[in-house]
């Protein structure tokens, strides 16, 4: 147990340093632009251009940085203290400081979220734009002489270190062990924090003295990646092999590393391959005099020749030693797959690799059973989630409404996933879910969707159903809805289970304060709290729009007592997986009598406008009006 909490501290911790870098690399994609384009050994070196470079390696990536970490904490007010306090690390040091920007953006803002929590309620009524104001501008300064003073030669100190070991292992020839450490870190998501925390800053001060640096090579050669997905072209089997080809492009191409992590934790000997494909790739760039004279990110062939020097060796050594890692990683990973039992599922380690990242994959998609068109004559639409209590039931909802709107008599329904029947002809579901209903129900058309309330899989499918001109008039099936409920929905949402202003360290905290609260009311019996929270482990139940409806399992159905709701409003937001949540309303539904009020809080959530509103309610009044008038 001991090993495993460690396991997820570390990726949770690498997820989040990776969250700090990923929204800005558009900006290290414009420096390295400018950096391979106009210094002295560039393409077009241009001395007036050039001086770009340092200004923006030194202060524009440090302070977005820093902004995006205290951000990540704290919301607008962290980012502003962030961005502060990373100035202090900034002009103390004459390296650039993204190491440093990664301690002092989150510093800054769990520091003056502290203050505001600390002074909430305290502040007399149009006193609030001074005490903000001048907290934020106080606690930052103080931050900012405390990293100029402290943090910002601890950093220096910390990275000379790196630089006399980086330069020890070059000259005693061992830089390709580092793909030792490198490869297994991307696994788990900390290969941004590596990349940019570390690598990049020393890289960015060889430039400066060099004019290149392998060190930008280590982490972003695509070569070990490519072998491994070339290796399952050939010798991989189902959906792997099928698959294998598409991601392979993807990943040299566009640089999308953590496509080929699925087919590594599908056979874990891989990372064998992917450490010996690294290694030898940099022996080889060692060997040629290989380097970047900018940061590629993405990690794409493409972005690695535009930031190779201008010189016919360069593009040699660059080139050969992505090959080189490519061949190396391709021949021990066909190894791998020819000997051994394969027992592939890529979906469910698509799945592992979803829960390791700590957030949705942007790739996750990619592994899913590509489907032909929307059948024609369509009569069933059916939205299936784990129980079929909550997520499935709002889906639905807004649904049948845009089916009413377009003058399309089809029937909209939802279930559980284990209850799906079998002449459904469109299945719509949470995308974690969508292989256990294609698994159920083979022949139906399956859409997966990441929104429940707000996703444009819907508009799209109404498009798609308005154009089929067979499509069949079929009467509405009877089902549990609010039109057969309307007596027994009185007095479902209550003033005493709306709590306003809440705060949760996490979303396991919030869960459990949801089903805590239908616990009291007679809702549920106790032990459908832990049912609630295996629920959003088995898949989240984050529904869009800053919007979560924790409810229990399928099994759990048993121990619902009556129907019931809580809503819980968190300004300040609570994590869901990378997701920010800030309305939570916990259910327990008996018998689909709480589906009409479910159906009107789906609408309601469907638009930002509402949730804002809900959101800066004052009253539990107020918040309920909102809800009742939809």
Not at 596 to 618: F, P, Q, R, W
Request: aromatic share 6%.
């Amino acid at each position: 147990m001991a090993q495993s909490n460690i396991k997820v501290a570390v990726q949770k911790f690498g997820n989040f340093l990776s969250s700090m870098v990923m929204p800005n690399i558009g900006a290290f994609i414009a420096w390295g632009l400018i950096t391979a384009l106009f210094i002295p050994t560039g393409f077009f070196p241009n001395e007036s251009l050039a001086k770009l470079v340092d200004p923006m390696v030194k202060y524009l990536l440090p302070l977005l940085i820093g902004y995006t970490g205290g951000k990540l904490v704290h919301d607008q007010r962290g980012g502003v203290v962030g961005a502060i306090a990373t100035m202090g690390v900034i002009v103390g040091s004459d390296i650039p400081m993204f190491l440093g920007a990664m301690i002092m953006g989150p510093l800054g803002g769990y520091i003056i979220k502290k203050f505001d929590q600390f002074i909430e309620g305290k502040v007399r009524t149009g006193f609030e734009m001074l005490i903000n104001n001048f907290s934020a501008g106080i606690l930052g300064g103080i931050l900012a002489i405390l990293a100029f003073l402290g943090v910002s030669p601890a950093v220096d100190g910390f990275t000379g270190a790196l630089v006399v070991g980086v330069d020890w292992m070059v000259a005693h020839g061992l830089l390709p062990l580092t793909s030792i450490l490198i490869e297994p870190a991307k696994i788990l998501f900390l290969n941004n924090a590596i990349n940019h925390g570390i690598l990049s800053p020393i890289g960015a001060e060889q430039i400066r003295t060099n004019g290149q640096s392998i060190l930008l090579l280590l982490e972003t050669n695509p070569g070990p990646g490519l072998g491994i997905l070339l290796a399952y072209c050939f010798f991989g089997k189902g959906t792997a092999k099928q698959s294998a080809p598409g991601a392979a492009i993807i990943h040299f191409i566009g640089g999308i590393h953590e496509i080929y992590f699925p087919y590594v934790l599908m056979r874990p000997l891989l990372i064998i391959a992917a450490i010996l494909g690294g290694m030898s790739g940099v022996f080889t760039f060692v060997l040629l005099g290989g380097g970047l004279q900018a940061v590629a990110s993405p990690g794409s062939i493409l972005a690695i020749l535009a930031a190779t020097p201008g010189n016919a060796g360069s593009y040699v050594a660059n080139i050969s030693g992505v090959l080189v890692a490519a061949v190396v990683s391709f021949i021990v990973g066909s190894l791998i797959l020819k000997t051994g039992k394969q027992t592939e599922d890529l979906d469910e380690a698509a799945r592992k690799m979803q829960e390791m990242k700590g957030k949705k994959s942007s790739v996750a998609g990619s592994f899913t059973k590509q489907q032909g068109e929307v059948p024609a004559s369509v009569q069933k639409i059916v939205f299936a989630c784990d129980a079929g209590m909550g997520s499935s039931a709002m889906g639905a909802s807004l649904l049948r409404k845009k089916v009413k709107q377009a003058n399309l008599n089809i029937s909209v329904t939802n279930t559980a996933i284990s209850n799906i029947p079998s002449d459904a002809q469109i299945v719509i579901t949470q995308e974690e879910l969508t292989p256990r209903a294609q698994n159920k129900v083979p022949d139906a058309y399956h859409i997966s969707v990441d929104n429940f309330l707000s996703s444009p899989e819907y508009d799209k499918l109404i498009d798609q159903l308005k154009n089929d001109h067979t499509t069949s008039k079929v009467e509405e099936e009877k089902r549990v809805s609010a039109e057969n409920n309307t007596d027994s929905n009185d007095g479902l949402l209550k003033e005493e289970n709306v709590f306003l202003n809440q705060h949760f360290s996490s979303k396991e905290e919030a869960i459990r304060f949801a089903g805590s609260v239908l616990v009291k009311g007679g809702y549920a019996e106790e032990n459908y709290v832990e049912a609630m929270i295996d629920r959003d482990n088995m898949t989240s139940t984050y529904m869009g729009n800053d919007v979560a409806i924790p409810h229990g399992t399928e099994e759990a159905k048993k121990n619902v007592l009556r129907s019931g709701f809580t809503v819980i409003q968190v300004p300040e937001g609570v994590d869901f997986d990378g997701e920010k949540v800030r309305l939570i309303f916990g259910i327990a539904g008996k018998d689909g009598t709480h589906l009409e009020i479910l159906s009107g809080i789906a609408i309601t959530c469907s638009d930002m406008d509402n949730i804002e509103k809900m959101v800066h309610a004052k009253s539990a009044k107020e918040l309920m009006a909102i809800i009742q008038r939809n």
